[in-house]
């Protein structure tokens, strides 16, 4: 029998805190996301008015409906990279995910619950980068966004988000 001992990184993983950067919707796939200060997340449905609403879907993977992407967070600190790295300049309207965060280790969120300001999700998987985004956008970042295009989540505890809220463990 193997004895785990937390390391130093362990813990440090489990008490994070980051903050709600920017919130952005759309209604159908190809649309321009809009920025929004506050979004009302729907527990095992969605965000209200936009486009993978379950019951709804409007979005470019809407023939697949998925419980496990209500809602999708990215890095704000990805951004950054893809320009340091890759000299690439993309605004968070064009990553297409629904909450910019700051602070906050998605990667290591997948199969944990985590409050978005008043609401509980789950991290139920990575995103995985598409081509879509480069015809949208027509930036050259699949390559890049391979496993930093965000994180996808099913919705807990519904309530409305803001911008500046906390995002913390559960």
């Known amino acids: 029998m193997l004895d785990i001992v937390k390391s130093k990184s362990d813990t440090a993983a489990s008490t994070w805190t980051g903050v709600v950067r920017h919130l952005h919707i759309t209604a159908r796939a190809f649309l321009p996301m809009r920025e929004m200060q506050e979004l009302t997340l729907i527990a095992g449905k969605g965000i209200e008015g936009d486009r993978y609403m379950i019951g709804r879907e409007e979005g470019f993977y809407s023939p697949k409906p998925e419980e496990g992407r209500q809602v999708t967070l990215f890095e704000y600190e990805t951004l950054i990279a893809l320009k340091r790295d890759h000299d690439i300049d993309l605004g968070v309207e064009e990553h297409r995910r629904n909450v910019t965060t700051v602070g906050v280790p998605l990667t290591h969120l997948v199969g944990k619950q985590f409050w978005l ?31 930093r295009s965000g994180l996808n989540c099913k919705i807990l505890q519904g309530g409305t988000v803001r911008v500046g809220d906390s995002v913390r463990s559960a």
Request: hydrophobic fraction near 35%.
């Open 117 to 147: 300001g008043e609401t509980l999700l789950e991290a139920t998987r990575l995103s995985i980068p598409c081509r879509h985004i480069e015809e949208i956008t027509g930036k050259s970042i699949f390559d890049p966004l391979i496993n």
